[in-house]
């Protein structure tokens, strides 16, 4: 189950991104709602959506937080189920609005000398009827679950008791898989449609409403169909995502009404800006001259996008300086940690951790040169040539060996796992030269095979341009190059997705027979690693590689080098949890150290006093003879049949006559 920890960051979360969407729906808002609505019904309802359901997890958040912290009761009662029942509903809500405005732009594609209005109001009727459904087949569902003697578990979202249950079962399928997909295809048809029957002519607004609805389907695709693909796995096996990390739904939901308000009020600004004159003698320029080279394409589009949202020119320009900010505090971490650790005895105690830290290492090295040089390239310090960029290239290429290395790093200490887990009887020590070994050959292979492959067909796919910030736009998506190292990273990614699952299925087994503290902080570092890895590199990579493939659609275009940043996001998180685990078993070491000199300070004194005894007692009995003792001893009169001791003759006379009368007297009494 997921620790206390891991409800309340996960609510922290919720609440911030929730309150962060209200204040910009504020914002949005300062114009009337009748306005709005007129102007597009569908979109109104999206934006109605977020501040509804942002109010709903706001409270759902709260409440979780004070079942986990133990401050009001965890039995399922109305107070609980009736917020729960709205908070699906809100979510259905959003997602009816986001498939009505995505059939609303693809029908003004398709249908161009349309209605608008009439159009307008029989998505939004089917919007509210669909929406409506939904909430009253929600309270039905929640009431017929409820047992005010049933309880649930505080570290999860939803009837842990029941994981199979009907209605479990269909809120997964229909929140977080077939909602999210209907959008993602409504998503992916509108993307096709608008590049095939793109006009020239369209209007400033229009640009940017294509843009603002062609960026909204992919949060979609990261934040809720993989999770809903992954819990719907974890089903066969009796198990939950909400397990390992808390109540995720409304957290990813919150993340995604944010991104959808925070683009819109980026579209509302860059309306309200006018065109400036040189991008308006461009376009006439461009128009007059016809067709032109891929140049002149790239120019125009880049000027079309000027006029909507741009976000090729934000995203390219950030995204490869990430690994500068982020590879900065990595190095700082790392730093810390092997000054408190040396190298070799992280090596001893683990071999495949001491290699992934190494991983961390070289491939921070590689990247903050690398993204220094991007930077100094973007922001026109130095001048941009066919030599410039093929350096840029260069360095990419070291980057792509590095980021290899350590992919096969985190998967070769997952495997290690598997292994432990797989074997217990065997030393866990037999399974890592093996592995260490063939994570080595396999790194030392992918790299000479990428920089043998870079080498020969960089040069000849170099695609010169003066407008691209991005080394996915320098060198076209099928040359030689970019094939060779999209099949490494396949083959790495699904390596690295197959092991972690068998590891979050074996790790259920072996927690019930292995209770020590540092079995449990290794396999959640280990644990912690996977998900992150595969959130932030692994399905913006698979994602892209599908949608490249099905419908030439560039995810690069539209969010940047996105692999830069997950690399970041990793790097990072696996310099930052290795310092706290390091943290935390320091300061249990300190503590123990602690009470254990308290404990010898406390027996040495006992030892010293016990020897200042006996040397007090060897004094005395140096000093010759105890004339107080004999005099003393000489005053005691002992009873020869009794033994008993008498301090004064005639006391000793009387006890003797008193108790032995018919007793011969002793000599001393006898003389007396």
């Known amino acids: ?31 009337s709602l009748a306005e709005r609505w007129s102007e597009s019904s569908p979109l109104t309802l999206l934006l109605l959506s977020n501040i509804a359901a942002s109010f709903v997890y706001i409270f759902v958040s709260l409440q979780w937080a004070l079942i986990a912290l133990g401050v009001i009761s965890n039995h399922i009662g109305f107070v609980f189920l009736l917020p729960v029942a709205f908070a699906y509903s809100f979510t259905a809500f959003h997602d009816f609005a986001t498939i009505g405005l995505f059939l609303q732009r693809i029908h003004f594609i398709l249908v161009p000398t349309v209605n608008v209005k009439r159009t307008n109001k029989e998505i939004s009727k089917g919007v509210l009827i669909a929406s409506g459904a939904v909430s009253l087949l929600e309270l039905v569902l929640h009431s017929s679950h409820f047992d005010a003697s049933e309880e649930i578990l505080r570290t999860c979202n939803s009837y842990c008791l029941d994981v199979r249950s009907a209605k479990r079962i269909f809120e997964l399928v229909f929140y977080l898989i077939l909602l999210p997909l209907v959008i993602v295809l409504l998503g992916a048809t509108f993307a096709f449609l608008y590049r095939r029957f793109k006009s020239e002519n369209q209007s400033n607004r229009e640009t940017m409403m294509h843009s603002y609805i062609l960026c909204l389907f992919i949060p979609k ?7 809903g693909t992954v819990d719907l796995f974890l089903l066969v096996f009796d198990m939950k995502l909400a397990q390992f990390t808390g109540p995720y739904s409304p957290c990813v939901s919150s993340v995604i009404y944010f991104l959808t308000t925070f683009l819109y009020v980026i579209m509302q600004r860059k309306e309200s800006r006018p065109l400036q004159p040189s991008q308006e003698q461009e376009i006439r320029l461009l128009s007059k001259a016809g067709p032109q080279p891929d140049l002149v394409d790239l120019r125009s589009q880049k000027i079309a996008f000027s006029r909507g949202l741009d976000f090729p020119n934000y995203f390219h320009r950030g995204i490869p300086h990430l690994p500068l900010v982020a590879g900065v505090p990595t190095l700082i971490f790392l730093w810390n940690i092997f000054s408190k650790v040396a190298i070799a005895k992280i090596a001893r105690d683990s071999q495949l951790l001491a290699l992934l830290l190494l991983g961390v290492v070289v491939s921070a090295i590689s990247h903050i040169p690398n993204a220094v040089l991007w930077l100094l390239f973007g922001t026109g310090l130095l001048p941009n040539s066919l030599e410039l960029q093929w350096c840029l ?64 067909y960089t040069k000849a796919d170099l695609h010169y341009s003066q407008e691209c910030l991005s080394m996915n736009c320098l060198v076209q998506a099928d040359s030689t190059n970019r094939v060779v190292f999209v099949i490494i990273k396949l083959i790495t990614s699904v390596a690295h997705v197959g092991f972690g699952i068998a590891f979050l299925i074996l790790i259920r087994t072996a927690e019930l027979f292995h209770k020590t503290s540092t079995f449990h902080k290794i396999n959640g570092f280990v644990k912690y690693l996977f998900f992150i890895r595969v959130v932030f590199e692994i399905v913006p990579f698979l994602i892209d590689c599908i949608l490249s493939i099905t419908i030439k659609f560039s995810l690069i275009y539209y969010v940047g080098a996105y692999s830069k940043f997950g690399w970041s996001v990793d790097a990072l998180a696996t310099a930052v949890l290795y310092y706290l685990m390091m943290e935390r078993k320091t300061n249990n070491v300190s503590l123990k150290s602690f009470h254990s000199d308290k404990m010898t300070r406390g027996h040495m004194k006992m030892q010293a006093k016990e020897k200042n005894m006996k040397k007090q007692e060897a004094l005395r009995k140096s000093q010759g003879f105890d004339h107080k003792g004999a005099a003393q001893k000489s005053l005691v009169y002992k009873c020869p049949i009794c033994m008993t001791q008498n301090v004064h003759l005639k006391s000793y006379k009387e006890h003797f006559a008193a108790k032995h009368p018919n007793a011969p007297l002793p000599p001393e009494l006898a003389d007396a």
């Open 1 to 31: 189950m997921a620790s206390v920890g891991a409800v309340l960051s996960v609510g922290a979360l919720t609440v911030t991104f929730s309150l962060a969407t209200l204040g910009l729906q504020f914002i949005l808002f300062k114009k």
């Open 221 to 227: 695709i990261f934040l809720k169909v993989l999770p």
């Open 393 to 456: 290239l260069m360095g990419a290429m070291v980057t792509h060996c590095t980021s290899v290395f350590y992919d096969l790093c985190g998967i070769g200490l997952i495997i290690h796992r598997v292994a432990v887990f797989w074997s217990p009887l065997v030393s866990s020590k037999r399974w890592v030269k093996p592995i260490v070994w063939v994570m080595v050959v396999l790194s030392v292979l992918f790299s000479i095979i990428l920089v043998a492959v870079d080498i020969v």
